[in-house]
């Protein structure tokens, strides 16, 4: 007797009910999330492909189970192309996302109690470089660099200072809500003085990268992680690009260090959006995200919104919501009810709690996928600009969620099947 094989919606109704009800939130809402994006139906269907059957230890022709013919050949493909969309040396295509592909560098380089710089977390660094609440923060010496009171920026003299002071193993320059270009070279030369290795962290920049609207760190930093989704449009996973004497410490921090199998069926889908990226298009899109970005940021600025540093460089903005008389909680909660996605999000010297910050966060990578250009990011200004007037007022959060979900419909979101 043959194996009962149902479908999603017959062997698992519930389920099949929330993929729906998810299909329709991701098509008919504006999202703003800087960390979110669409994936391609391509990639998709190599992320559900019959991959995510396989258990692979090891690296390609050096695995610890049998049956890896095909396998061996997707890594290696995802690897290839990688190299030669940044050109890296080296790449690892097997961490489970950005914060375990930053765990390996600490595991390949340091031992606990060891010095270690990145970015405050209230600065717009990420936890994993260090933050106190973050296994980064507790398993080693933490110091933390920040930005000017005067215009946001991060302070590079501050940098230098406290690298000059603490001689740390790891200076790491990357962030997750800072919208400025990056000075890879000038961190370049902070860590070469104080004997530093120097890691990048691109998980949001990545897409910006290869798409040629940010500078590439691969090849000025000794070590560069980022995660596969974001503005790179993959699946959710971790990549690591390194130089190559620094590649067998990596590869022995990833496994068997940190993970078991790699998840075969995401480097499939890493394969297929390094392929997506490495097309024209793929550049015209990174540079419509950072223009897309920047329009709104202007049209928020004339609304009378506090945008961070003035604008954008990059994908995201950060914008502090004080002179509209709301926080950045209960403005994200109220843009929900009217059918725009964002975070709420500290602003750098925020009085505020972080639970309850006095900012939002706004990434135009999703938007963009979509096709929505810089007459769409106009039109979301003003509508948050009307949430801030009436947060509570039902009746208007809905006629303004009809009107984005009307703007949807003319932008059909890739992947997605109502």
């Not at 098509?27 to 990639?43: F, G, P, Q, T």
């Not at 059957?53 to 050096?62: A, F, I, L, R, T």
């Not at 200072?161 to 200076?171: C, F, H, N, V």
């Not at 950045?328 to 009810?337: C, E, P, S, T, V």
Request: hydrophobic share 40%; glycine share 10%; aromatic share 8%.
């Amino acid at each position: 007797m043959p194996a009962f094989d149902p479908t999603l919606p017959e062997s698992d109704p519930e389920i099949a009910r929330l993929v729906a009800e998810e299909n329709r939130l991701e098509n008919d809402k504006i999202r703003l999330i800087a960390s979110e994006n669409y994936a391609s139906r391509a990639v998709m269907e190599a992320t559900g492909s019959v991959f995510t059957n396989k258990y692979s230890e090891g690296y390609p022709g050096k695995r610890y189970y049998e049956g890896q013919q095909v396998v061996d050949q997707v890594e290696e493909l995802a690897v290839r192309r990688l190299k030669a969309l940044f050109g890296a040396e080296h790449v690892n295509v097997q961490p489970y996302s950005g914060s375990p592909a930053n765990l390996a560098v600490y595991f390949a380089f340091c031992n606990p109690g060891d010095t270690v710089m990145g970015l405050a977390l209230p600065a717009g660094g990420h936890l994993t470089h260090g933050h106190t609440v973050s296994i980064t923060g507790k398993y080693f010496k933490s110091v933390q660099y920040g930005v000017r009171k005067s215009d946001h920026r991060i302070d590079m003299d501050q940098v230098r200072d406290l690298a000059r002071q603490s001689r740390p193993k790891l200076l790491w320059c990357g962030t997750t809500a800072y919208p400025r270009t990056l000075d890879f070279q000038a961190f370049r030369a902070i860590a070469d003085e104080v004997g530093a290795l120097l890691v990048a962290d691109v998980a949001h920049l990545a897409g910006l990268i290869c798409g040629g609207a940010h500078p590439s760190p691969v090849g000025i930093a000794d070590v560069v992680t980022s995660t596969t989704h974001k503005t790179f449009r993959g699946p959710r996973g971790g990549m690591i690009f390194c130089k190559e004497k620094h590649a067998a410490a990596i590869d022995k921090a990833v496994f068997p260090g940190l993970q078991g199998g790699p998840h075969n069926h995401v480097t499939a889908a890493i394969a297929g959006a390094a392929n997506e990226a490495s097309r024209p298009e793929f550049k015209t899109y990174a540079k419509d995200v950072v223009e897309n970005a920047q329009t709104l940021g202007a049209a928020l600025t004339d609304a009378g919104f506090g945008v961070i540093t003035g604008g954008t460089d990059n994908h995201l903005l950060l914008v502090d919501v004080t002179s509209k008389g709301t926080t950045g909680k209960q403005l994200a909660q109220a843009l929900d009810r009217a059918g725009i996605v964002l975070n709420y999000n500290a602003v750098p010297f925020d009085p505020r709690k972080p639970f309850d910050p006095s900012g939002v966060r706004i990434g135009t990578p999703s938007v963009t996928t979509r096709g929505m250009g810089k007459d769409v990011m106009v039109r979301i200004a003003d509508w948050i600009n009307r949430v801030t007037q009436k947060p509570t007022d039902d009746a208007s959060l809905a006629r303004i969620a009809a009107e984005v979900k009307e703007v949807c419909a003319k932008y059909p979101a890739p992947g997605i099947r109502v």
